[in-house]
């Protein structure tokens, strides 16, 4: 077994009047996240790692819209359930934080081994449905770069 490296990519897919897209997880019934992903070895740079995300989680090709690297980062403990996923022993990941800014909500295609449902919901909104902490605080951070506040 290939272990997933504990570095990743967090995608937050916005409009300009910030309408987000959310992906309900086909793994966890009811939890809502952005697009998310680790780095693979075939990936030069987190960039890289973003665009092969969106397109794998979305079918939309983010070179064609405003992608933009934060420059921010998170680490957070990983859950236990996905803990086999990773080299024994690593107990958190450090992820980085894109934004994808589209000229509307558009429909995507998921890739259905790992997401069954989509919708595009309200900054604020998304906030309250997503479940992991640092998708919050990239929510925040969004809201923070349109100088709004949840």
Do not use: C
Request: aromatic residues 12%; charged residues 25%; negative net charge.
């Amino acid at each position: 077994m290939d272990f997933k490296t504990p570095i990743s990519v967090l995608v937050l897919i916005h409009t300009a009047d910030l309408k987000v897209l959310l992906i309900e997880r086909a793994d966890k019934t009811g939890f809502w996240q952005s697009v998310t992903g680790s780095i693979e070895v075939e990936d030069a740079t987190l960039r890289d790692t973003a665009v092969r995300e969106v397109m794998e989680e979305t079918g939309l090709d983010a070179t064609q819209f405003d992608l933009s690297d934060w420059y921010f980062s998170q680490t957070y403990e990983i859950y236990e359930h996905w803990r086999y996923r990773y080299a024994p022993g690593v107990t958190h990941n450090t992820e980085h934080i894109f934004g994808l800014e589209l000229p509307s909500t558009l429909d995507v295609k998921l890739a259905p081994n790992e997401h069954v449902a989509y919708e595009w919901v309200d900054w604020r909104e998304a906030a309250k449905r997503v479940f992991s902490w640092t998708n919050v605080e990239a929510l925040r951070l969004l809201g923070e770069r349109h100088q709004l506040t949840l």
